[in-house]
């Protein structure tokens, strides 16, 4: 399937506000359970700027899918906050928080469960238009019809119902949907890991040529390497709940500082065959710990190749380097302010 052209949608005049799209500080997310408290999320601090994609990621129970509902309300944070193009939207009833809607959109990883199986697809693009008044009737339709186009999908598709498609295009109709009233900010939750391999590739193109036309920001939250280094600007990385390390995606790739970064990377294929013999697959020992109850000091010095006693006790604060560059930053005792780093695969070598 081929993408048609992407037709950028009616815009205003252009914005004087040069805020980041998405501002999270210190969001928390904790939940109760028999057991004691779920800290899903624990003080995530993150921003989003305007046309840049960050990408999100961590193991399955990091807390990055929970980042992603609490930055649109989907789900509540237990404190913290969330600003959208500089508004605070943390603690806004669902009445006043409805025009601003139109400004940031999620698209789910599965969208199946995402696209009312009652409506059709016309009508399930249109619905954002007409809920914020942008157009209806004949001008929605056109509106939907070129939607459609951008999105790789033929205007007749607007007459079928979501069962009628394959996966990929039910996840091109999200897109074409979540895109109808020109958000200022996407949050792609594993936009792709519900769908067939060999469609995930033509989804991601999709998605990085939309966004380049259009100019969103987007969080790209995702488990999967290759993706975010091909889509993002910027890499945050998660662990239990907390942000571990944040870099320009080439500087991440190319030099890792975080002993759970390494381990990350260290099991992402690279398309060189000399390079990937030469690699050394970083193993963690033992599984994720409870969210109910995390390891106090460093989080990750359960399973850290190259703890130290203080790991143990000290939490160590995500900080800037200095020396690296601007959008550096880490959470590591043993990474210097110049930015050197214990090297995880060799744990008895110097730092
Ligand atoms: Fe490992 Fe300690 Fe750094 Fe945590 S602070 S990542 S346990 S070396």
Request: proline share 9%.
């Amino acid at each position: 399937m081929t993408t048609a052209p992407v037709v950028p949608a009616p815009a205003g005049e252009p914005r004087a506000d040069t805020s980041p799209v998405l501002e999270l500080t210190t969001l928390t997310r904790h939940f109760a359970a028999s057991k004691g408290t779920v800290r899903a999320v624990d003080g995530v601090t993150l921003t989003v700027g305007r046309g840049e994609v960050v990408g999100l990621v961590g193991e399955s129970g990091s807390g990055k899918s929970t980042v992603g509902r609490c930055a649109v309300r989907l789900d509540e944070p237990t404190s913290g906050t969330v600003r959208i193009n500089g508004t605070d939207i943390t603690h806004l009833s669902r009445r006043a928080l409805r025009p601003l809607r139109k400004d940031f959109h999620l698209v789910f990883q599965d969208p199946s469960s995402s696209l009312d199986p009652r409506m059709t697809v016309g009508q399930i693009i249109a619905e954002p238009l007409r809920l914020h008044g942008i157009a209806r009737g004949r001008a929605a339709r056109e509106r939907v019809a070129a939607l459609l186009r951008q999105v790789g999908l033929r205007p007749e598709y607007i007459d079928r119902n979501p069962h009628e498609l394959s996966g990929g295009q039910r996840q091109r109709v999200s897109l074409a949907r979540a895109l109808s009233v020109d958000p200022d900010l996407l949050i792609a939750d594993e936009p792709t890991s519900a769908l067939d391999v060999s469609v995930q590739a033509s989804v991601l193109n999709l998605l990085a040529d939309l966004q380049r036309d259009r100019g969103f920001g987007c969080l790209f939250i995702t488990h999967d390497l290759a993706a975010v280094e091909f889509l993002a600007d910027r890499i945050a990385v998660m662990y239990l709940g907390q942000i571990v390390e944040v870099a320009p995606t080439a500087e991440l790739f190319a030099a890792p500082k975080h002993p759970y970064t390494q381990a990350l990377l260290s099991a992402a294929p690279v398309p060189d065959p000399v390079e990937q013999r030469s690699r050394r697959r970083i193993v963690l020992s033992g599984e994720l710990p409870s969210p109910l109850a995390p390891p106090p000091g460093c989080r990750f010095h359960t399973r850290c190749p190259v703890a130290v006693d203080r790991c143990r006790t000290e939490v160590p604060g995500l900080r800037a380097l200095p020396a690296t560059a601007k959008a550096r930053q880490v959470s590591c005792h043993l990474v210097t302010a110049d930015g050197a780093a214990p090297n995880a695969a060799a744990p008895n070598a110097a730092a």
